[in-house]
């Protein structure tokens, strides 16, 4: 692990800035397996506090005439404890926050505490011929709900994900991945959210070189609601083909397709017609060392999810588009940026939405303990219709922060 990627783990979170906004979906449980096997291990100690103050110009721009201004505030503490035992980095990640701000808008919750809980069981653990992962996280935080309204609510989130692979002759290596996910919403008149999803992908893959793995893929993962008032229990379906690649120690790229169904169950009419079929999904990231103090990513996705927009029963098509820029400017302050690109396709609603987001973030190490921070983030949303096109918005966040390793 070179510099520059040491200097910026130092700062993890540095993207969240952007969090809610245009952004590539969440690494898969395959994805986050194949990278497990080529991750090195530190053994750490660390409790940080931070401070944040935030201010955003437009909680509300509907209709534009409502624009307002909110001031907030966040106080953190995270704990990392970690062991580096071979391949594997055993310890704990936790973090609790409280959040507060003083002017609501109309859709967004009361942050109040948050907090996070992952038992980390980073990396792999060999056995003869077998490979085994586990990581999982328990958090209570603030997430989008429903993008069309940008309603924001308070939400339980639990998950594990494992992944086992066995070497069958050298270049052949047998390879499944499971994953389950639990999210509750706080808010009591949201309940009809409250799912839970789980399921496993059977992934054999060769070792074409030290450097490439190729692989197929089948899929298939269960959604399930605890209410049907508002929403259907699914299946999802997925054939298609992998590989993770380094290039050179500088570069690598993990790549991801093929076609992938969501099949409702006992759903209503407008859940089945929404989409029935198969259709292309696909996720491909890569990052590049161009130097010792600059690290580029980029990252392009489609795949088809549940909808939850206001109004609308059944699914709808993703495309995401994101790149990353990291700069050590110096030895204690590293800048990065995101250009960031969503757009939703709904089978059955009038949702259609363009979002653009661009965050950037600066942070200082002034002394080996003490850090500071400045963002600034702008999201752009453009709905392709008439009904919807009142809630278009523009919206800046700026902020600013200190965090201190107590330990």
Not at 81 to 89: C, G, M, W
Not at 145 to 152: C, G
Not at 304 to 322: F, M, P
Request: glycine share 8%; net charge negative.
């Amino acid at each position: 692990m070179n510099s520059i990627r040491k200097f910026i783990l130092l700062f993890a979170g540095a993207a969240l800035l952007a969090a809610g906004t245009a952004q590539a979906q969440e690494a898969s449980t395959l994805q986050l397996f194949m990278e497990s096997l080529n991750v090195e291990f530190l053994d750490e100690v660390k409790l940080t506090l931070g401070q944040e103050f935030g201010y955003e110009d437009n909680v509300d721009e509907r209709p534009r005439s409502q624009r307002s201004g909110n001031w907030s505030t966040e106080t953190k503490l995270d704990l990392v404890l970690s062991r580096a035992v071979d391949t594997t980095s055993l310890g704990l990640a936790a973090g609790v926050s409280y959040a507060h701000d003083f002017h609501k808008g109309e859709n967004d919750d009361n942050k109040g505490l948050s907090y996070y809980l992952s038992p980390l069981v980073d990396g792999t653990y060999k056995m003869g011929r077998h490979t085994f992962m586990l990581a999982g996280v328990s958090k209570y935080e603030s997430q989008e709900l429903d993008r069309s309204n940008r309603t924001n609510v308070m939400t339980a989130t639990n998950q594990i994900r494992g992944g086992w692979s066995m070497d069958l002759t050298g270049k052949t290596t047998l390879a499944v991945t499971a994953d389950y996910k639990n999210i509750h919403y706080g808010d009591s008149k949201n309940d009809d959210y409250d799912r839970q999803t789980y399921g496993a992908k059977f992934a054999p893959y060769l070792n074409l070189s030290q450097r490439t793995r190729l692989g197929v893929l089948a899929g298939i993962e269960r959604t399930e609601y605890i209410h049907h008032s508002l929403h259907d229990d699914y299946n999802r379906y997925s054939f298609g083909f992998y590989e993770y690649y380094t290039l050179t120690e500088r570069t690598k790229l993990y790549a991801e397709g093929g076609v992938e169904r969501l099949a409702y169950q006992d759903g209503t009419i407008s859940s089945r017609n929404s989409q029935e079929r198969y259709e292309p999904y696909f996720t491909m990231g890569t990052s590049y060392e161009a130097s010792e103090n600059l690290l580029l990513g980029a990252k392009l996705g489609r795949s088809t999810a549940d909808s939850l927009a206001s109004d609308t029963r059944g699914n709808r098509s993703e495309y995401t588009a994101s790149f990353d820029a990291a700069w050590k400017v110096t030895g204690k302050m590293v800048i990065t940026n995101q250009f960031a690109f969503a757009y939703q396709d709904e089978k059955a609603g009038n949702a259609d939405e363009n979002e653009y987001a661009y965050a950037l973030l600066v942070k200082y190490q002034a002394t080996p303990t003490l850090r500071f921070s400045a963002g600034y983030l702008l999201t752009i949303g453009d709905y392709d219709n008439k009904v919807r096109s009142r809630r278009d918005y523009v919206d800046n966040e700026f902020r600013f922060g200190l965090s201190w390793d107590i330990l």
